[in-house]
């Protein structure tokens, strides 16, 4: 039981510690950069250099600069969350009303007050969108990083019920991802309820 918990705590601190940094970095560059078109012009070529480079190949590099540790795996779980959150943060304020700013421009608000006020609000449902995918992407890519690289977690528990022929423990291994997964998108789905209840008024 201890090993499992243990694993099961192991693997939910890296997933949350780069979906956290993902979601932190991510989201506010991707508004930023959906807004302002010279931050855009400046941002975009790096971000298109890494978007199609997939999460798993940073495995290796990550492995030589900081080991097998916690730092390792959340700054690869990191990269595989960053990208839905920028996409659809950038995508979501792109998709802003120009009716809705053209009013705030009337009643003389200046550009970052719109931003604030406008921009952000409306762009909400799309980033939450976002953020789903992201902490599914991280689930996905943490169990592969630590299958790979790892001494604990439920990737390498997997992994190690594998090569012992516990078919019990790569089972109890797949439930309890897709039990933490279903808990963790229910309560990103109340936030994004209680976030976005002016929606529905």
Do not use: H
């Not at 890296?14 to 010279?38: H, R, T």
């Not at 990208?83 to 421009?105: D, F, H, M």
Request: proline fraction near 4%; include cysteine.
């Amino acid at each position: 039981t201890l090993f499992r918990s243990v694993n099961i705590m192991s693997s939910l601190t890296i997933a949350l510690s780069g979906f956290g940094l993902a979601v932190v970095i991510g989201v506010p560059l991707g508004l930023f950069m959906g807004w302002y078109k010279g931050f855009d012009s400046f941002m975009r070529p790096l971000f298109e250099i890494m978007r199609p480079i997939p999460p798993v190949s940073w495995i290796p590099l990550t492995i030589v600069w900081l080991g097998i540790g916690l730092k390792a795996k959340a700054v690869i779980v990191f990269f595989a969350a960053f990208v839905p959150c920028l996409i659809n943060s950038y995508t979501g304020i792109r998709q802003t009303s120009e009716v809705l700013i053209n009013v705030a421009k009337t009643c003389g608000a200046s550009y970052f007050t719109i931003f604030w006020k406008v921009g952000i609000p409306s762009s909400m449902t799309m980033t939450f969108a976002g953020i789903k995918v992201a902490i599914g992407n991280a689930w996905a890519t943490l169990v592969a990083a630590e299958m790979l690289a790892a001494s604990s977690g439920l990737g390498y528990m997997i992994l190690m019920g594998r090569q012992f022929g516990r078919v019990d423990l790569v089972i109890l291994g797949i439930v309890v991802i897709g039990v933490i997964g279903t808990i963790i998108t229910i309560l990103l789905g109340m936030l994004e309820n209680k976030v976005l209840g002016w929606k529905q008024l």
